[in-house]
């Protein structure tokens, strides 16, 4: 069966950095791209990008250029996020979630809960 | 950017009532449109695809419409597992924004 799993909860300091990694089984990795979405303390969903897991070519949204990076390791089948250096407001649980073949989000990984704070 | 304007942000309802959610996009989007829903604590699950289509063990009382910027989940008949935020994504092209949400409670 397809499963996503995700890495487990951080504590940082600001200006650290954090990799969170989702590592998938059950499917081909490459034939399915990657999301990722960002969940702050009792907000919505919000898409911070998607990574073509054939070419590891990434897109980022607006608002997520620069401090953050993701990345693959096709050979363990495991995506990669990336937030250097942290700031307070990137507290929020981070989900992988990959994109069926018609576009929309058909699986989740279980969230990592990354926690910003001096 | 596009956005995606979901309507009402919350609502509470009885069970067994119908409850409409309504998302709008600033542009075309075709039927590239689908529906999540999320439970409090729990990871978010796709119901609707294509604006329309039921994703596989879904309830049959959730249903989608719509096509270009206008678009409507629709619950026929609310039931207490139903509570959750229910948010919509457009997914045509980069950003595949989300709509801000909207909470359902029972009455």
């Known amino acids: 069966q397809v499963q996503l799993v995700q890495s487990g909860s951080e504590l940082k300091k600001p200006g650290a950095s954090v990799k969170v990694s989702c590592k998938t089984s059950?499917?081909?990795?490459?034939?399915?791209?990657m999301n990722w979405v960002r969940q702050a303390p009792g907000q919505g969903l919000e898409w911070m990008g998607w990574?073509?897991?054939?070419?590891?070519?990434?897109t980022y949204a607006q608002g997520f250029t620069g401090r953050f990076v993701l990345s693959l390791d096709i050979s363990v089948s495991t995506a990669y996020l990336q937030i250097s250096p942290l700031k307070a407001e990137d507290t929020a649980v981070y989900y992988c979630?990959?994109?069926?073949?018609?576009?929309?989000?058909?699986?989740w990984g279980q969230g990592t809960l990354v926690t910003v704070s001096s | 950017d596009l956005q995606m304007t979901q309507s009402p942000s919350s609502l509470s309802a009885s069970v067994g009532d119908r409850v409409t959610i309504t998302c709008r996009a600033s542009?075309?989007?075709?039927?590239?449109l689908a529906w999540y829903q999320q439970k409090p604590g729990k990871v978010p699950k796709l119901l609707i695809y294509?604006?329309?289509t039921l994703q596989s063990g879904v309830p049959s009382r959730f249903s989608g419409s719509g096509s270009g910027t206008d678009f409507t989940l629709t619950i026929s008949s609310l039931q207490p597992e139903d509570v959750a935020t229910y948010y919509c994504q457009k997914y045509n092209s980069a950003p595949r924004t989300f709509g801000q949400g909207t909470k359902v409670e029972i009455k």
């Open positions: 059950g499917y081909s990795f490459i034939s399915y791209a």
């Open positions: 542009q075309d989007i075709s039927n590239y």
């Open positions: 294509t604006a329309s």
């Open positions: 979630a990959r994109i069926a073949r018609e576009g929309a989000i058909d699986y």
């Open positions: 990574i073509n897991t054939n070419t590891g070519n990434p």
